[in-house]
């Protein structure tokens, strides 16, 4: 594998944070890694331009960010409904796999990119001679975090869910900045490293007990959050619904008016973790926003290519409840009845500029809730986790009587009315091994309506610069 190291890129912009010495004595285009790392400023710089690289706009207007693979993991899914093919058609007609297509080489590239500038961070950052060892940790902390969030995406898209294919290849994994290429680890391996990158980052947070500094920062309550998704997929039940519970103690649920207020204001909601933009930052045209909400004039309010929530899913939410009372608006488009979707608004708010959610407190308890219900606790305590749900969700909230399978199927049915538009649609339905049914849109997109779990076609291929280049994976290796 032919790489660069690319930290003076990733540190434009991101220099402004650090002090006048460091700006001084390293030009931002020619910094050189001993310098990076003398001072803690120059590895918190290093994950700060990870970070912005993972809100920016890369050459297309389907790139911008993780956000774009969010948006590719809702549309490849079952719940939005696109009205009319433009960007993103290809995701959304689950025909954008092939080695040499922009999407695959998209998100390799992308996560790729900030796991070689992390593993410097992660081998470099005790060199700092001007922060104690806690700092340091926590510093690393933050990489470590990142770089299992990186693995993780990664290995959702090049490989099948863990349960079951734990033998079949997946991703190289670096750990450490080399420039030479590594061939696909297993399936297993790649989630066993995730998992003890979040585990040591867990553990240093903990110690070093410090405050973040942004929204943007990832931080404890992340790591373990992050960990709870993990282990959700790995069907790792009672690790879940512990680092699910950690992760959202000290946060409240977001209140009708909360989540009512568009999802566009960091401020004005309860995240976990976001990645707030602001005018200058803004890539207008190219952004999630532009691409979803119907009240701005970007794609899909200009009609390009607007975003519905499908009837099926309508079809499950209860009356009452404000996400189908107060938050949907029923239309149609080539004669198939969807709902406009309101959740996503930011027009008079912060518009083009608006905000980026990447984890909230509502995940959490669904995961934990789903988590408990799979591992047979007490049926009582997995119907208050849903009931403190549902008391922000009514203005006058029904009780949770379902047990058994009808009550994880309702959690299931609350996590896609809950995180819609989130990013989760696809991850669901690989780990679930649901499949794929599309009867009620107007797309359908793939023959019969309908994909069957595990299909070769929701996977990646590996991109066809990283075979050519690469001397460990020849075509041989590639997925089928």
């Given at each position: ?76 899914g079952e719940d939005i409904v696109v009205g009319r093919l433009h960007w993103f058609r290809y995701d959304y007609t689950i025909d954008n796999r092939e080695a040499t297509y922009r999407r695959p080489n998209y998100v390799w590239s992308m996560f790729y990119r ?249 995940e959490m308890l669904l995961i934990e809730a789903e988590a408990r219900a799979k591992k047979g606790d007490d049926v009582a305590v997995v119907q208050g986790l849903l009931q403190e749900l549902w008391n922000v969700r009514f203005n006058v909230p029904p009780t ?81």
């Open positions: 594998m032919k790489r660069i190291t690319i930290i003076a890129a990733l540190l434009m912009g991101t220099l402004v944070a650090c002090n006048d010495d460091f700006l001084e004595t390293s030009p931002s285009a020619s910094i050189s890694d001993d310098k990076v790392f003398q001072n803690i400023e120059g590895a918190k710089a290093v994950i700060d331009g990870v970070t912005r690289d993972w809100r920016e706009y890369h050459s297309y207007h389907d790139q911008f960010g993780v956000k774009a693979i969010d948006l590719v993991s809702d549309l490849m900030g796991i070689r500038n992390l593993n410097e961070v992660i081998m470099h950052v005790d060199e700092a001679t001007n922060a104690d060892d806690l700092e340091k940790g926590h510093v690393k902390a933050q990489a470590l975090t990142m770089r299992a969030y990186s693995y993780f995406r990664l290995i959702q898209h090049f490989q099948q869910t863990y349960v079951g294919n734990e033998d079949k290849p997946g991703v190289p994994l670096y750990t450490e900045p080399i420039n030479e290429g590594k061939p696909r680890a297993t399936v297993g391996e790649v989630y066993q490293q995730i998992v003890q990158d979040l585990d040591d980052a867990i553990a240093l947070f903990t110690a070093a007990n410090k405050g973040r500094r942004d929204i943007s920062e990832v931080d404890l309550s992340v790591a373990r959050g992050i960990r709870a998704r993990v282990a959700l997929v790995m069907n790792d039940w009672p690790a879940a619904a512990q680092h699910a519970a950690a992760a959202r103690n000290g946060y409240s649920l977001n209140s009708i008016d909360q989540y009512k207020s568009g999802f566009d204001n960091v401020s004005q909601m309860v995240w976990m973790w976001g990645l707030p933009v602001n005018e200058e930052q803004s890539t207008i045209y190219a952004s999630f926003f532009s691409h979803l909400d119907m009240t701005i004039g970007g794609y899909a309010g200009l009609g390009y290519s607007p975003k519905y929530l499908c009837s099926t899913l309508y079809d499950l939410l209860q009356p009452g409840d404000i996400r189908r009372d107060d938050l949907l608006q029923a239309t149609s488009t080539g004669g198939v009845p969807v709902y406009i979707n309101y959740k996503f608004s930011a027009y008079g708010d912060k518009e083009f500029a608006a905000d980026y959610v990447m984890m909230r407190p509502e949770v009587t379902e047990t058994g399978q009808a009550l994880i199927d309702r959690i299931l049915v609350e996590r896609r009315i809950e995180l819609w538009g989130e990013g989760f649609a696809f991850y669901d339905l690989m780990r679930l091994k649901k499949g794929l049914n599309r009867t009620n849109h107007q797309y359908a997109a793939v023959p019969g309506n309908t994909i069957a779990p595990e299909d070769k076609v929701f996977i990646y291929k590996i991109p066809q610069t990283e075979i050519d280049n690469n001397p460990f994976i020849a075509e041989a290796d590639q997925n089928p």
